[in-house]
């Protein structure tokens, strides 16, 4: 299936990382592998003990030191750019890591899915996987009140959220057209007072970005 | 607030004053001690000799005093050791017992060999049974010092190099091998104590370690950044006979224009930016029984913000080859250190004990005490810092 809007599919990797703080309506994960944090608003999942699987939406994707303390600073020099730097301080990888946060939307208990808050959070350290093709497809068949907590959600920037979760999944589920028609009236509904946002939410779901010279 | 500010603001003015005078007296001494440097900068041979007669711990050149290295080529391929530790001393006041902790961070970085990872790590071991808490004389086990304080210090150094010789060993890359300690190889924490069975325990294990890495062919040095060495300046003290009165130099001023300065002053000035200087000997009759073939060398090296000093044993400085490796990855370390080795600087992110893991220990031993029924009650003066009352 050719990738849509240039996106790549999320479901190769089976860990994207390690759940290292969480609450009931998100949590942050440490990427497994630095830069290697799934694609801002992909779904992500993480099993409990207890047959419980919470269903998350990356919201926001970060780089840094492990260190709080600790700040990058420019390393590079002459011809010592970007990669090279990596190749030149090998420690780097083990002083910086990826993290992502994950707003909560839902979760699955013994063969269905539900659209609202899980009664327990995540547990600390359980990985975090992405959810594979066939996940996403039985998570949004459920329905799309999903996009609504995307919509509440603080402290992310929740447009792009909404739109970029969309497009992933439009591309994830093979059916991009219909899927698309499905979310926009979803999205009518929940923003049937705010036509300029809606729009605005609309045109970055559906047109890929072309840059001309 | 228990500063009185205002009080100590006076005195910090005073004090710049005092420090910007001392260091304007310190140029115009270094002036005077110019035409002294270049008189011995060939009569080096002399001063050596000089050296070998003299009581105090002083610098034995090998080669003339100007001597000036620039950097080697730069290695295309290295790996670098390094090791740094911290402790926590026993606390008297805690009421949890007496135990010690020593936290070694240990990092090995393989440079140019991609496909072979960083290691970035840290050994924390705690003392508790009477064997780790008490040195005891081997020769009248009534004779028993507590493991604390300087001693501490000394058991801290010996495990940071045996980390480091295990680092050493454990190297399995082709590419030349540097090991890296912070400050000195010359044990300096029991420097002033009679040769005693402390001193007999510590140097003698410290040396062990340098032994270790000699056989694994892995090239050690010490490095201490702004370096306060004054090795050459008492070799120097020797020679002027200490006597301002009677000397060409000083010219019966009141006191010797050595005076407060460092091996640094003396030798760092004409140095460029990565250059070392030539190689000195440090000569110590406490070390040298001790150290035999690993007797310290050192160098100073120009990084441009400051001078280094670093220290190589014998079998290193007596090896071109390792040398130059020393030398030339001492300025690689640097630059990607931002001034000081990088290596170490990993190292010693990794030996830190924070604040929080220090509540985070004592949290994990009151519990452990406390499920075994044992009350960990602080002292009395404890118990009043930590409840203030009025």
């Given at each position: 299936m050719r990738p849509l809007n240039g996106v790549t599919d999320v479901s190769e990797n089976p860990l994207a990382g390690e759940v290292i703080e969480a609450s009931t309506t998100e949590f942050l994960a440490q990427a497994h592998q630095l830069d290697a944090a799934p694609p801002f608003?992909?779904?992500?999942?993480?099993?409990?003990?207890?047959?419980?699987?919470?269903?998350?939406?990356?919201?926001?994707?970060?780089?840094?030191?492990?260190?709080?303390?600790?700040?990058?600073?420019?390393?590079?020099?002459?011809?010592?750019?970007?990669?090279?730097?990596?190749?030149?301080?090998?420690?780097?990888?083990?002083?910086?890591?990826?993290?992502?946060?994950?707003?909560?939307?839902?979760?699955?208990?013994?063969?269905?899915?539900?659209?609202?808050?899980?009664?327990?959070?995540?547990?600390?350290?359980?990985?975090?996987?992405?959810?594979?093709?066939?996940?996403?497809?039985?998570?949004?068949?459920?329905?799309?009140?999903?996009?609504?907590?995307?919509?509440?959600?603080?402290?992310?920037?929740?447009?792009?959220?909404?739109?970029?979760?969309?497009?992933?999944?439009?591309?994830?589920?093979?059916?991009?057209?219909?899927?698309?028609?499905?979310?926009?009236?979803?999205?009518?509904?929940?923003?049937?007072?705010?036509?300029?946002?809606?729009?605005?939410?609309?045109?970055?779901?559906?047109?890929?970005?072309?840059?001309?010279? | 607030m228990p500063l009185d500010l205002l009080e100590v603001g006076t005195q910090v003015r005073q004090m710049g004053e005092l420090l910007a005078s001392r260091r304007a007296d310190e140029l115009r001494r270094l002036s005077l001690l110019e035409e002294m440097l270049r008189a011995y900068s060939n009569r080096w041979e002399e001063l050596a000799e000089l050296a070998e007669r003299v009581r105090e711990r002083v610098a034995v050149p090998t080669g003339p005093l100007d001597e000036r290295v620039p950097p080697p080529p730069s290695l295309t391929a290295y790996t670098a050791l390094a090791t740094d530790g911290a402790e926590i001393d026993p606390d008297r006041h805690g009421g949890s017992g007496d135990f010690f902790l020593i936290n070694v961070g240990r990092v090995a970085i393989p440079y140019g060999q991609p496909g072979r990872p960083a290691e970035l790590a840290s050994a924390t071991r705690l003392g508790y049974t009477e064997e780790d808490l008490f040195i005891v004389d081997p020769r009248d086990p009534r004779r028993q010092v507590p493991m604390r304080d300087r001693h501490l210090d000394a058991l801290r150094t010996v495990e940071e190099l045996r980390a480091l010789a295990d680092l050493a060993e454990q190297e399995r890359g082709d590419a030349p091998t540097i090991a890296l300690v912070d400050g000195t190889l010359l044990f300096s924490v029991l420097?002033?104590?009679?040769?005693?069975?402390?001193?007999?325990?510590?140097?003698?294990?410290?040396?062990?370690?340098?032994?270790?890495?000699?056989?694994?062919?892995?090239?050690?040095?010490?490095?201490?950044?702004?370096?306060?060495?004054?090795?050459?300046?008492?070799?120097?003290?020797?020679?002027?006979?200490?006597?301002?009165?009677?000397?060409?130099?000083?010219?019966?001023?009141h006191a010797c224009a050595l005076r407060g300065l460092s091996d640094a002053h003396l030798l760092g000035r004409g140095l460029q930016k990565w250059e070392r200087t030539g190689l000195f000997r440090v000569r110590s009759n406490v070390h040298d029984p001790y150290f035999g073939p690993h007797r310290a060398y050192f160098f100073l090296l120009q990084t441009g913000e400051e001078v280094a000093r670093v220290e190589v044993p014998e079998w290193v400085a007596r090896d071109k080859h390792q040398l130059s490796n020393v030398h030339t990855v001492l300025v690689d370390q640097c630059n990607k250190g931002f001034g000081y080795p990088a290596v170490l600087a990993r190292a010693d992110d990794k030996a830190v004990i924070s604040l929080a893991d220090r509540t985070v220990l004592d949290t994990l031993v009151r519990q452990e005490l406390a499920r075994r029924g044992v009350l960990a009650k602080p002292s009395a003066k404890l118990h009043r810092k930590q409840v203030r009352t009025v």
């Open positions: 608003g992909a779904f992500v999942q993480v099993a409990t003990d207890d047959g419980l699987t919470i269903v998350g939406v990356v919201a926001h994707v970060q780089t840094g030191g492990i260190d709080p303390g600790a700040r990058a600073i420019m390393r590079g020099h002459d011809a010592v750019r970007d990669e090279l730097i990596y190749e030149e301080n090998p420690d780097l990888p083990l002083v910086l890591r990826t993290t992502f946060k994950a707003l909560v939307v839902g979760f699955a208990e013994s063969g269905s899915v539900y659209q609202f808050l899980p009664p327990r959070p995540a547990r600390l350290h359980y990985s975090v996987v992405p959810c594979t093709a066939a996940a996403v497809r039985t998570f949004t068949d459920a329905g799309l009140e999903f996009l609504g907590t995307l919509l509440a959600g603080t402290e992310v920037p929740t447009d792009e959220l909404l739109a970029a979760n969309i497009r992933l999944t439009a591309h994830q589920r093979g059916e991009p057209r219909q899927f698309l028609e499905q979310a926009g009236r979803e999205l009518a509904q929940l923003l049937h007072g705010d036509y300029p946002r809606l729009t605005a939410i609309v045109k970055r779901c559906v047109q890929p970005l072309e840059v001309r010279a | 420097e002033e104590r009679p040769r005693d069975f402390l001193r007999q325990r510590f140097y003698s294990e410290y040396v062990q370690q340098l032994e270790r890495m000699r056989r694994a062919h892995v090239a050690v040095a010490a490095y201490a950044s702004r370096s306060r060495g004054i090795d050459l300046v008492n070799l120097f003290r020797a020679v002027c006979g200490g006597m301002p009165l009677a000397c060409d130099v000083c010219h019966g001023a």
